[in-house]
């Protein structure tokens, strides 16, 4: 669960504040340089949830108190002081400088009743353990239950996925907030209601693993996946007999099956791009296209939307989501959307005034991202992250003495080529570390063996490539090894975000030779973060200076 410090920030300036240090501040007037905190004003500020019609707790707590420190006016100060630098934005807004998301007070909801859920969806999330919203779910659900498109941006492991499911599953299944239609006659729809696409099966199972905790056993029936890898005639076979509100597939199987005329999407209310950076690569090109062009796009289809719709644009409700949301996804949120929304755990803001931080290459369109900026603010800041320099053939018995020096218990080690990582699980086990293989070569069956041997603790290394990079949830998971270096940062930070979920702790190790370091350096540059370079010694983990802090120490004595 998140922790209470992490969910009760904000964005004062681009700088954050636990919400409770500011009131503290405030109170006692300990002004020595002081920082205004202006209400927002204009068209272009940041949506609230105040705005959206929810109150804090705290809000409401201060209600008829006398000095009570109001939050809303126009001019609070706080000591500069305590207030605590955030990084950089992946993409920055156009707006006002001044504007604040300072009615992002209720962004510390503490519980799921405060975003507008309906009370048989709360009961559920409680039976499930789930109490406290995290930040991202905080922003998110009241803003799609205001029928906003979106795009949702927050690190790795940080809930992205109840935040678009739940108000999702408000108004959509067995346990929606209105169940019965006008006539009061159990409303029981029989089209699909929401389709939520995902690049890997790994992801897409993971997902309707997800739909399922929430829904409970008895309504496993609402959500059907629709995976490539698995009896597509299966897939087809249930899709008839048990009419499911939601599915949840792979874009190559959804449009297969949409294709064949088994899938019926045209009256969704609902499509949701899960790692929506990864779907717009190019070997989705012609699947997602023919996703976007068929689903809600029933003229007249029956969605609650309030505003009226734009000719040509589809009749549904766009949410595209990821931890790394180059300027490539606000483009095609744009043109896919109707007036979007850009959500982040603290703020959320109109898509038209967000710009690119960077210059975009013009002679290519397709590939105008920014990976640098993409992947600032993607990395849960729990993570710990090293480089260990090592002779190629010495790789895998770094990545050992890395495995004994952290006590590390679920490990996963990445790779680019599929005959080294069988090598690599073969030394590992010769040397007696418990050891498994994950890559597209092994079929569905053989995957999913090895992902619940991991999850149990049986395999305690899972040596795989990009495949295991996105959204795979193993809260577990202490410690990532890189053995071979990410394509980019992008690719880093995905890899580096399967450990250290939800405020959990997580070490990220990359492996490399010394003519690889300047990677390294890269890496650092452009995610913002510190990768120092260590050794293992008598089975600890040694922090070293490298050849160029040595130098740059040197000079500078
Ligand atoms: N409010 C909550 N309370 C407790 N656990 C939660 C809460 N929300 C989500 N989780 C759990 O946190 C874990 C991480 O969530 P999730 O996979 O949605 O993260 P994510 O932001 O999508 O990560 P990634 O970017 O890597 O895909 C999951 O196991 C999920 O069940």
Redesign the pocket.
Known sequence: ??PASMSSRLLIFGESLPFHRLLHVSRKAWFHSSVSILHQADNHGPLTLASLGFRSIQERKDEGKPNKVKLLNSHTEVSKSKVKAVKNSAIKSTGRKKQLDIESAPFAAQSFSELGLPDSLIDRLESE??????D??SAAIPTILKNQDVVIQ?????????AYLLPILSEVGPLKKKPFDRDGEPDEKTDIEAVIVAPSRELAMQIVR?VEKILGHENRKAVQQLVGGANRSRQEEALRKNRPSIVVGTPGRISEISAAGKLHTHGARYLVLD?VDELLSFNFREDMHRILEHVGRRSGADTNRKKSLLSGKANRQTMLV??TVPFSVIRAARSWGQDPFLVQAKKVIPLESVQPSGPINLSKPMSGTLPSHAAVESLPPSLKHYHCVTKLQHKVDALRRCVHALDAKYVIAFMNNTKQLKDAVFKLEARGMSAAELHGDLGKLARSTTMKKFKNGEVRVLVTNELSA??L?V?ECDLVVNLDLPTDSIHYA?RA?RTG??GRKGTVVTVCEGREVFVVKKLQKQLGIPIPACEFVEGKLIVTKDDEDKNSQALET
């Open positions: 669960m998140m353990g789930f109490r406290t919203p995290t991202v779910q927050s690190y790795t492991g940080s809930g992205k996925t109840l997800e790692e990821s931890a996105r959204g949830d809260a995905h975000g979920r939800l």
